[in-house]
């Protein structure tokens, strides 16, 4: 059968088939905007790194012990194209995956998951509650506090970086840029 190219419509609504979590879903829009920036920044496939970001973390809420391999099963299931279930099992590179992040988009997405919760975690911390007026000063501020966001592992963030030949301060700031885009949506329009 001929894999489909799948509309952000239809990515959301598989999205939230699988997701009744309120955080997890946050987090999807999340990625999916900061891989948006990206792909604009880079001029690529704005609408293809969007759904790949969106969709990412698919099989997480029900099948945390499968991730990775669900969602590959999922989106095979639904004729998703190749290239995109690669990138979603990529991101699970060296945790949950052995798929090596080869393409601009894979590195992205790889460096880019765990740091969506970092600034998260940042931004809920501060008067404002917002992305709105985040600097990349904070997060590195709180990067070096182990216990603060202690899930986030910064070493994934800083191997992603690595792979994209970015400093840490760029990637942290295109990531704030990216989710300011979404403040609302996820919560962080804050008080400013």
């Known amino acids: 059968m001929n894999s489909i190219i799948p509309t952000r419509e239809q990515a959301l609504k598989l999205l939230k088939k699988y997701n009744k979590n309120k955080n997890l879903i946050k987090h999807a829009l999340a990625v999916e905007a900061v891989m948006r920036y990206f792909a604009r920044k880079r001029a690529d496939d704005?609408?293809?790194w969007g759904i790949i970001g969106l969709i990412h973390d698919l099989d997480y809420e029900q099948f945390p012990e499968e991730h990775c391999r669900k969602t590959e099963e999922i989106l095979k299931e639904n004729n998703w194209?190749?290239?995109y279930i690669r990138a979603?099992?990529?991101?699970g590179w060296g945790i949950c995956s052995d798929v090596e992040p080869k393409t601009e988009l894979e590195k992205v997405?790889?460096?880019i998951d765990e740091l969506t919760g970092l600034v998260v975690t940042t931004a809920l911390?501060?008067?404002?509650?917002?992305v709105m007026d985040l600097k990349a000063k904070s997060v590195k501020k709180k990067w070096k506090d182990k216990r603060f966001a202690a899930g986030v592992d910064r070493s994934?963030?800083?191997?992603?970086a690595q792979m994209l030949g970015m400093?840490?301060?760029?990637?942290i700031t295109d990531t704030i840029m990216g989710m300011r885009e979404v403040a609302e949506e996820i919560g962080l329009k804050g008080v400013v």
């Open 88 to 91: 979603v099992v990529s991101h």
């Open 81 to 83: 194209p190749q290239e």
């Open 46 to 48: 704005e609408e293809k």
């Open 167 to 171: 400093e840490r301060t760029e990637l």
């Open 109 to 111: 997405l790889y460096a």
């Open 156 to 160: 994934i963030i800083d191997k992603g």
């Open 125 to 130: 911390v501060r008067p404002s509650k917002s």
